[in-house]
């Protein structure tokens, strides 16, 4: 049995106690020269979070704070003006892709 104390994780609560009413605890993942925190897939699920979700870090000094990136109002313009462009000019961007 191998011996707990030389293990290279660290214990976490995971709180959501807003949700379901329980705390969870996680341990860290060696993840090459990090460590990892895996979120399962529930919580996942709850927060609309994917591979492609970008995500904000912060700290209160005493906990990791994890969410969903909100794009900025400059970000959401561009993307409208794209999908306008995309919408007019389809054709003409194929023909020049080829």
Same mark, same amino acid.
């Given at each position: 049995? !191998?011996?707990? +104390?030389?293990?290279? %994780? *660290?214990?976490?609560?995971?709180?959501?106690?807003?949700? %379901?009413?329980?705390?969870?605890?996680?341990?860290?993942? +060696?993840?090459?020269?990090?460590? !990892?925190?895996?979120?399962? @897939?529930?919580?996942?699920?709850?927060? %609309?979070?994917?591979?492609? *979700?970008?995500?904000?870090?912060? *700290?209160?000094?005493? @906990?990791?704070?994890? &969410?969903? &990136?909100?794009p900025s109002a400059?970000?959401? +313009?561009?993307? !409208? &003006?794209?999908?306008?462009? %995309?919408? @007019?000019? &389809?054709? !003409?961007? +194929?023909?020049?892709a080829k």
């Amino acid at each position: 049995m !191998a011996d707990r +104390k030389s293990r290279s %994780h *660290t214990v976490i609560p995971l709180c959501y106690q807003w949700i %379901h009413g329980v705390c969870m605890t996680k341990k860290l993942t +060696k993840h090459g020269n990090s460590l !990892a925190l895996v979120i399962d @897939r529930p919580i996942l699920e709850l927060l %609309h979070i994917d591979s492609d *979700t970008p995500l904000e870090i912060s *700290t209160d000094g005493t @906990r990791l704070i994890v &969410a969903p &990136a909100k794009p900025s109002a400059r970000r959401e +313009k561009f993307e !409208a &003006a794209q999908e306008v462009a %995309h919408r @007019r000019y &389809a054709g !003409a961007f +194929k023909e020049l892709a080829k």
